[in-house]
């Protein structure tokens, strides 16, 4: 039984999640807290596995709350947030002081049911998550944390690089991002987020990173040095146009209850790109990604996965390892250079006018 902790200032949200959440078999809702110092003390009392976070609350708020309670009491925290621009930059925030997940609250963009749903796949990958692995406490110093400049790879419009991740992504994928060139071929993401989310994040990744990185929108090429970053709540495919490769972004029923699925974005690099593709799937609980990632390497391409060690949690590269997905399973410090290798030995197929 996974034991979980509410933190909410709202009495509303405490008595929905705590309703919903119950429903869950393996989740027991030990207790409610109305701040962070009510939280302390339940904390200590209660010794609950996973813990739900508000970050907008009285007397003392979620983040420095959070910073704190990774220092003195580490819990896998997921953070209950409003779907805001500022409430999605102090979310992202709340991720790089050690939250496991970021959740948006009931709203216009998704029910009651549905949050529900997605939150307690959250709580069981928070309650597996090895969660202090390349956690920081404080914000990156630099740009970038490449020790050389990347090489130059100088490669054609026609290769696509796809990678997928979900708990613990925005962390791996910033440290893959971070290590590869401005030349790196056209590159298609899937981080398992909300919406606005992923816009924020896009952006974090391009004040960081050597290629230009933002939030797709629909019919926007896919070009060497630019990677783009599925919108949260919309599904991005892969399309091709003559030598043209662009995305669509488009709504549709959620796929391993994910909207954007990697899956779903895998498949279609498999059918558009074929060969000339690289395809990577790093940390996340679940099996999404994984069919799509066999698919890509059936129909030719390169195809890499996260080792166990490296993972936050090992769920989505354990399901295409089985699948005999990924031709290599790589420590994610060694990610960037793997795919730099691939990419270098790839002889691209012509792509037909």
């Known amino acids: 039984m996974i034991r979980v902790l509410v933190v909410d200032d709202s009495a509303v949200v405490r ?92 709203g216009s963009s998704y029910t009651v049911a549905e949050i529900s749903e997605i939150l307690v796949d959250k709580i069981r ?33 026609h290769q696509i690089l796809a990678i997928g991740a979900s708990t613990g992504g925005t962390k791996a994928i910033e440290d893959v991002l971070v290590n590869l060139p401005s030349d790196t071929p056209g590159t298609v993401i899937v981080q398992h987020m909300p919406e606005h989310f992923t816009a924020t994040f896009a952006e974090r990744l391009n004040s960081l990173c050597p290629m230009e990185v933002r939030e797709a929108a629909d019919n926007d090429s896919v070009i060497p040095g630019v990677a783009l970053v599925a919108p949260g709540n919309y599904h991005m495919v892969l399309r091709r146009s003559g030598t043209r490769y662009f995305v669509g972004v488009k709504t549709g029923p959620r796929v391993h209850h ?64 089985k699948l005999e997905a990924a031709e290599k399973t790589v420590p994610l410090h060694q990610m960037s250079r793997k795919i730099i290798e691939r990419v270098s030995s790839v002889k691209c197929a012509p792509v037909p006018a």
């Open 258 to 321: 994910q909207r954007p699925s990697v899956d779903v974005m895998f498949h279609s690099v498999a059918s558009v790109a074929g060969q000339n593709a690289v395809g990577v799937i790093l940390t996340g609980m679940g099996a999404d990604g994984a069919k799509g990632l066999l698919a890509m390497r059936q129909a030719g391409a390169s195809t890499l996965a996260q080792d166990e060690e490296s993972c936050v949690v090992f769920g989505m590269p354990k399901e295409a390892i």
């Open 125 to 157: 990958a928070a309650s597996a998550a090895r969660y202090n692995i390349g956690r920081t406490t404080t914000r990156p110093a630099g740009p970038a944390r490449t020790i050389a400049p990347p090489p130059k790879l100088m490669r054609t419009t």
């Open 15 to 106: 008595q929905v999640l705590t309703r919903e959440l119950s429903k869950a078999r393996d989740i027991e809702i030990v207790g409610t807290a109305v701040d962070p110092y009510a939280a302390r003390d339940k904390i200590v009392t209660l010794n609950p596995d996973v813990i739900t976070l508000d970050l907008e609350m009285p007397r003392m708020d979620g983040l420095t709350f959070l910073q704190k309670l990774m220092k003195y009491h580490p819990l896998p925290v997921i953070v209950v947030s409003s779907l805001t621009p500022k409430g999605s930059e102090t979310a992202l925030h709340a991720l790089e002081l050690g939250a496991i997940e970021v959740v948006s609250k009931p």
